[in-house]
């Protein structure tokens, strides 16, 4: 004969749900009355830690350790995108989203490359010697060519 399940709900109410048979005293699957055994089946690999995110990771301190983590993921960038492209001579070519996604990614991440090598530039203090230089040699030259002194 069918019975309910003996055991409290979480608010403390008995719960409703049927018990399975055989199950002594009688429990519904949810509080225990199933014969399998609780969670996921043997050799399931859904939580799998893999340590993808948990490799060292050290702390980007400087304009030039970024723009030497930006060079290198820029340079994998390239590869993976060569070999997206050998690849379609092989099998099927690529799927035209999927290139137009890694080109964009590809001309950001130049962009962006192109601003820090500027920035890097000018904290250094290198932009601003380069750029006096060619204005002082330019008036030079406009100096000498009109003869007179600028």
Known sequence: MPQRCTALTARGTPCKA???ADTAPPRCAAHGGSHKRPGAPAGNT???KHGFYAHPHQPLTDIADIINDLAAKQAALSAHIDDALSDADDEAPPHI??????FSLHG???ARLGRLLRDQRALSGDA????????AQALDELSTELGTAL
């Open 46 to 48: 859904n939580a799998l």
């Open 128 to 135: 601003a010697d380069g750029i006096s230089g060619a204005i």
């Open 97 to 102: 989203a999927d290139l137009v996604k890694l």
């Open 18 to 20: 049927w018990a399975m």
């Open 108 to 110: 950001q991440n130049a």
